[in-house]
């Protein structure tokens, strides 16, 4: 009844093309961001913060980049941790050698450096497919994480190798570090997700987006209409590897505060894999999807119980949540499996019927 | 539909599950009690160690409440928090606690020092201490710069000191170390790294060879280590290692024949659930200790009076005296004493963070204190200062005998002149980094 996109007429080309061309869609968009940015603050405490929004927009960050390389282009890639790592360290080290930088640019520039390395490790993407490129970014995680634990300039010389993001503030306000508060951290996480991600939908429904895709469905019929695979792919490692390193920033500076390589280990790289999988392949809402998912679904698990009046014992509990999250993991991927962008899409589709269906 | 429907009630249980947590985080009960949460791990891969130590920390503070009525009168709660041994998870644990109880949280034991990394730097702004006996950042020792972070009674870097020092009684002085060879077998994390730059500074001190063999999470996985071990062959082995790696490793020294009485291992490798998997091969073995092993205290016959005798126990009558038990015991005994020096200064009345961090920094756990509440001759004194946070605590050889640990050495006292300054560089450039000057009250 509401959701209806009949009566709007597109006059122009740029109102054809626009980002999201159904009046309600756009309303909803700019809602959640309003929301997000003007009334999240204010109702959300330390715990919403610290533990569930940061992580959340963190992983999301590292969603989309992993999803633009695997899910729009087609090169599964197991090296999300280490790229994140790439970028994590990198802010640190840039940051520690030049504190008066803005820390702002200095996530960018790690996403850089971050681009750059997953360009080196997307090199052999253009000989080898599908698992055997999976094999291939995974030694790149090794790899990076051993480096950063092997060569003691990578942590400054810390005899514990555990890097600690320093304060560093913006305009006056602290931004990162120990004495900055969540809600400061949050909102510069959020702008940083809302702005990569509108860059991110732009770029999938452009010229490259279609050549990442074409490449996808099928390299030698994209190849004869003049994709050049070796430019496309890299392109493709480089902007991936360059989400994932702004993610890794986001994950050091503004969620866990300090970490060692052990942070970024092969568990990230699957967590980000499951998420654009469960949230949905080539879907820039299913990396959000399935970062929620899959960062808060344990959390949620974890706290249902005592609030439902179960009380038993903590282990048992561990467990229990163990269980449920791979059985809903299971459910979910029998149910649709395209992910939960698909179920979104078909339930807008119904919605459109509503209440009136044939 | 049935799809959508499905989708839609479970949308909105995590709506209302979402709203239940935000009440969550409210201060709850009116009685006034000290509230401690516990950060612990009961699943996962590191649980057979970390269900004694929550065990020990319950079964104290049980026997506080069932026995004395609390702490002089003020009753003390906890809340458990599952972490699985992951950070992570652990700083959810922290965020979801820290403000519950009458007074909020009096300290925390973070439990693993991945989580206590993570917490440091929080502690000054949530104003809540943390007690990280034994584990955590060596260089939190000097409490100038690190106001909220305790490692009593001693630390990695005292303690590999102390191993130096008992291996130069083995040889017969400490001249005789000139031209041995050390090989240390260490987790490739934070905590595994730690020893490493006091066995440098002494090597060059001292004149020994050292031999670093880094062993990749979880460690099981050795083959090429103890490869490595055998052609190099060293005179004394030591081992940071933490969960599945000790029993590898105990057994991979085995199979090289390397005598079990030449191997050390830190504080957390030296447990029952280290050296039981490993059998046979595991008798001989040493580790490094700050407390006795055993059931045999007034303390721990308290315990089994006020607490299993009352089935308020928190976990098998039978594993009440294991290493981890005793560890977790402990843990929850200076915890408690710190919260009673705090109570000594501001009243009887639950402690905040901020008040238990007096007490914590004004603990002075006599010997005559330690008879009183029934630990005789079970851990040296432990005394804090405003700047020395570890309190230079002696560190104690153990040998497993294949059905217990005994004392093997007398308490060795750690260099002193050259771990300090050491701590007080890494405090000084950790500071440093982070825009901190020391407290100049102090010292």
Redesign the interface.
Known sequence: MFYREAGQFKTTYAGDQAVFPILQDRAFVIAVILFAFLVVPFIA????F???LI?FLVFSMAAIGLNLLTGYAGQLSLGTGGFMAVGGYMAYKMT?AFPDLNILIIFILAGLIAAVVGILFGIPSLRIKGFYLAVTTLAAQFFILWLF?KVPWFY?Y?????I?A??RSVAGILVV???STPMVRYLVALSFVVVFTLAAKNLVRGRIGRSWMAIRDMDIAAEIIGIRPFQVKLLAFAISSFYCGVAGAMFLFLY???A?T??F?INVSFDVLFMIIIGGLGSILGSFLGAAFITLL???L???P??LGFSM???L???IE?ITFGALIIFFLI??PHGLAR?WQ??KE?LRLWPFPY | MAIKRTFLTLLSAAVLAGSFAVGSTTKAGAEEAHFIPLLVYRSGPYAPNGIPIANGFIDYFTLLNERDGGIDGVKVTWEECETKYNTKVGVECYEKLKNKGTAGAALINPYSTGITYQLIPRAPVDKIPILSMGYGQTAAADGRIFKWVFNAPTTYWSQASAFIKYVGQQEGGMGKLKGKKIALVYHNSAYGKEPIPTLEALSKKFGYDLKLLAVDHPGQEQKATWLQIRRYKPDWTFMWGWGVMNQVALKEAAAINYPMDKFIGVWWSGTESDVVPAGDDAVGYKAGTFHAPGANTQLHKDVYKYVYGRGKGAGEKSRVGEVLWNRGMLNALVSAEAIRTAMGKFGKKAMSGEQVRWGMENLNLSKSRLKEVGLAGFTPPIKVTCADHEGNGPVIIQQWTGKEWKFVSDWISPMREVVRPMIEAAAAKFGKENNMTPRANCM
């Open positions: 405490d330390d715990y919403w610290q533990a569930i992580p520690t634990n400054n810390f005899s514990s190798g555990v600690a320093p304060p570090g120990p004495a866990l505060g300090s060692e052990e942070a280990n344990p959390i949620l974890t706290n249902l005592p609030h014992p903590i282990d509990q561990s467990h163990v149910v649709e179920l078909i339930g119904k």
